[in-house]
């Protein structure tokens, strides 16, 4: 006797395989922003994208900045780095 395939059933193949596509791309975006934000000045939360500058704590306080530890800087010559935001005068 043959089988006849029910209509749901082709459809259910279409969402397993549309949310293995979806896992397939949120992973590659996932690798593209941490591989970026792991460089610490560049990258989606680097601090020289959002406008600022890194600098040392004393640096930056010199200069009348905001220190902003949302962002992240590496380490230069041993000294930890801050992302610091100096206002434009207009």
Same mark, same amino acid.
Not at 5 to 24: H, R, S, T
Not at 47 to 61: H, I, M
């Given at each position: 006797?043959?089988?006849?395939?029910?209509?749901?059933?082709?459809?259910?193949?279409?969402?397993?395989?549309?949310?293995?596509?979806?896992?397939?791309?949120?992973?590659?975006?996932? $690798?593209?922003?941490?591989?970026?934000?792991?460089?610490?000045? &560049?990258?989606?939360?680097? *601090?020289?994208? +959002?406008? %600022?500058?890194?600098?040392? $704590?004393?640096?930056?306080?010199?200069?009348?900045?905001?220190? &902003?530890?949302?962002?992240? *800087?590496?380490? +230069?010559? %041993?000294?930890?780095?801050?992302?610091?935001?100096?206002?434009?005068?207009?």
């Amino acid at each position: 006797m043959k089988s006849i395939k029910k209509k749901g059933e082709f459809d259910m193949w279409w969402i397993v395989i549309g949310a293995v596509l979806v896992l397939v791309v949120i992973t590659i975006l996932l $690798l593209i922003f941490k591989g970026g934000a792991e460089k610490g000045e &560049s990258g989606f939360m680097g *601090c020289l994208s +959002k406008g %600022g500058s890194c600098k040392t $704590l004393e640096a930056c306080s010199d200069e009348g900045g905001t220190i &902003s530890e949302t962002f992240r *800087c590496e380490e +230069k010559d %041993g000294e930890t780095q801050y992302c610091c935001f100096i206002a434009k005068e207009s």
